[in-house]
Nanobody
Framework: QVQLVESGGGLVQAGASLRLSCAAS????????MGWFRQAPGKEREFVAA????????YYADSVKGRFTISRDNLKNTVYLQMNSLEPEDTAVYYC?????????????????????WGQGTQVTVSS
């Protein structure tokens, strides 16, 4: 089992920045990748960014490319999502996820069903 706890969400104005953190515990040695997803009210949960545990593979959704940066600290078993130039459309609950299956392709890290463990989510609200 892997436990994930997100933090860092909040209410900000458009153009501001936030950094989300996701701390993993438990069988972290079994993880191959971690990802961030988000879900806005009335919408499906969508992929935001993912990183392999080695850091070799990184993948972003087109909607956040150039604004968001995913990174990881293996010593702390923590993944971060630095979000800059936030827009009202970024408002959502952000979820961290961990995968315990080998990565086939970088793009495969964007699939929800690739991930076995999920955090409880952290709210990000961006006002205009």
């Amino acid at each position: 089992q892997v436990q994930l706890v997100e933090s860092g969400g909040g209410l900000v104005q458009a153009g501001a920045s936030l950094r989300l953190s996701c701390a993993a515990s438990g069988r972290t040695f079994a993880m191959y990748a971690m990802g961030w997803f988000r879900q806005a009210p009335g919408k499906e949960r969508e992929f935001v960014a993912a990183i392999s545990w080695s850091g070799y593979r990184i993948y972003y959704a087109d909607s956040v490319k150039g604004r968001f940066t995913i990174s990881r600290d293996n010593l702390k078993n923590t993944v971060y999502l630095q979000m800059n130039s936030l827009e009202p459309e970024d408002t959502a609950v952000y979820y961290c996820a961990a995968a315990v299956r080998p990565i086939t392709t970088t793009q495969a890290m964007s699939a929800k069903d690739y991930y076995a463990y999920w955090g409880q989510g952290t709210q990000v609200t961006v006002s205009s």
